[in-house]
């Protein structure tokens, strides 16, 4: 994939960065990689990496910023250990994000925003040594979480209204539980499409054409 993408950087000789603009529009889909920031702990592994998709929308409000809107369909594992307990459940994931993207420069941009994660389908329990007569559960349970997604994104290459983005992400949960790892890494390679841009409409004429001599 990345050689491909290197290669299409290579030969494409008119290849030029975004340029936003107010009131431009565009919207980015790809498959969207993610991992829980879990290292493992004793004979318990860490956490592996999973695929899902994502689209990301932007709406430029000036030429260095956007309002963004992502949605990322994904599976996550969530872990968490509590007196001597330890339980790994995973579940299918609708994570939706709201915020601001700010462009550095040509090709690089961050943004912050704000999260919620629904859990969708049926809970798995991928691990658990709880003792008897001890409860323990996950964030999995919980009908909705909340946090901040932090994003890096990188222009690989353009062409027209077409670009390739890598975009970069951590996301931080706010509605953890105790002793629970609930953060995840995330990592989108996706198709860019420029949409629309703002029309300028321009006042007619208002000069009295003169006679011909």
């Known amino acids: 994939?990345?050689?491909?993408?290197?290669?299409?950087?290579?030969?494409?000789?008119?290849?030029?960065?975004?340029?936003?603009k107010e009131g431009n529009v565009s919207a980015t889909i790809g498959p969207f990689y993610?991992?829980?920031?879990?290292?493992?702990?004793?004979?318990?592994?860490?956490?592996?990496?999973l695929g899902g998709m994502g689209l990301i929308a932007n709406g430029d409000t000036s030429d260095h910023g956007a309002l963004e809107i992502a949605i990322f369909y994904m599976s996550k594992v969530y872990f968490?250990?509590?007196?001597?307990?330890?339980?790994?459940?995973?579940?299918?994931?609708?994570?939706?994000?709201?915020?601001?993207?700010?462009?550095?420069?040509?090709?690089?941009?961050?943004?912050?925003?704000?999260?919620?994660a629904y859990p969708m389908g049926d809970r798995k329990i991928v691990e658990s040594s709880i003792a008897p007569g001890h409860e323990l559960n996950t964030s999995v349970a919980d009908n909705v979480k909340y946090g901040f997604d932090l994003s890096l994104q990188e222009e690989l290459w353009q062409s027209g209204r077409y670009s390739v983005i890598l975009d970069a992400r951590y996301s931080l949960s706010t509605t953890s539980?105790?002793?629970?790892?609930?953060?995840?890494?995330?990592?989108?390679?996706?198709?860019?499409?420029?949409?629309?841009?703002?029309q300028i409409q321009t006042r007619p004429s208002t000069s009295i054409p003169q006679p011909e001599p």
């Open 34 to 49: 993610s991992r829980t920031n879990y290292e493992g702990s004793g004979t318990h592994p860490p956490s592996p990496i």
């Open 80 to 116: 968490r250990e509590q007196t001597g307990d330890y339980l790994s459940e995973r579940t299918q994931l609708l994570h939706i994000t709201m915020g601001y993207r700010r462009y550095i420069t040509e090709r690089f941009s961050a943004s912050l925003a704000f999260f919620s």
């Open 177 to 198: 539980k105790t002793n629970e790892q609930g953060d995840h890494f995330g990592a989108l390679i996706g198709v860019k499409y420029f949409i629309q841009e703002k």
């Open 1 to 20: 994939m990345f050689v491909f993408l290197l290669s299409l950087f290579i030969l494409e000789s008119k290849s030029f960065a975004y340029t936003a």
